[in-house]
């Protein structure tokens, strides 16, 4: 008991940087660097050899993607007519680059890319997620081989096809089928005491 006193007192000062790091490992830890390597393949197959390619490790990935502009050209490749970032241009300004990435995730989005798979602009720009980068990246080449227009360029079975998966939105009777989990989560009293003990059993398993 006297050990928690001081925990408590570190827990509330914020954002504690010996917090931050234990949270970055983990998300560290999600990077993949099998990932990496057939992300790599798929952009210069995509795009061309003009976009060159990143030095070995997340390091050399963010440093490759961060000013936006081989993201830019990626999904540009995409889309035969109408490509949907009009300017791509390198600058060494952080807001240029930021906003070349937003850029891209907008466009991202308007493909087809659904909104929990998308990264934040700062997870790469600033290191934060680049696990969550990798999630994007795949999501993309997902949807780009689902779609199957003639504008994917390289293995398609580098990618899951999504079938169905483009319809995310939650039914009510998915939602029931939630096990209680789901509703108590979104703060529904339907079944408070059932939920309750459904809660209580998933805690016991962890």
């Known amino acids: 008991m006297a050990n928690k006193g001081p925990q408590v007192g570190m827990a509330n000062k914020g954002p504690s940087y010996g917090m931050s790091r234990v949270v970055q490992d983990k998300i560290d830890k999600k990077y993949d660097a099998e990932v990496e390597e057939l992300l790599v393949q798929w952009i210069v197959a995509q795009c061309g050899s ?24 990626l999904i540009n490749s995409l ?21 070349q990435i937003s850029q891209f995730l907008t466009a991202a989005e308007s493909f087809g890319v659904i909104k929990t798979d998308m990264f934040q602009t700062v997870d790469l720009w600033e290191g934060k997620d680049l696990a969550a980068v990798q999630r994007t990246l795949m999501s993309l080449g997902s949807v780009a081989v689902t779609k199957d227009d003639g504008n994917y360029r390289g293995d398609p079975n580098w990618f899951f096809k999504k079938a169905q998966e483009n319809r995310r939105e939650f039914t009510d009777d998915q939602l029931k089928a939630g096990k209680g989990v789901i509703g108590l989560q979104m703060g529904s009293n339907k079944g408070a005491s059932q939920t309750g003990m459904s809660y209580g059993a998933t805690r016991q398993i962890q």
Do not use: R, T, Y
């Open 79 to 99: 889309h035969k007519d109408n490509k949907p970032i009009k300017k791509i241009a390198s600058s060494s300004m952080a807001f240029k680059q930021m906003e």
């Open 50 to 73: 003009g976009v060159g390619k990143p030095e070995s490790g997340k390091l050399g990935f963010q440093d490759w993607l961060k000013d936006g502009c081989v993201l830019s050209e």
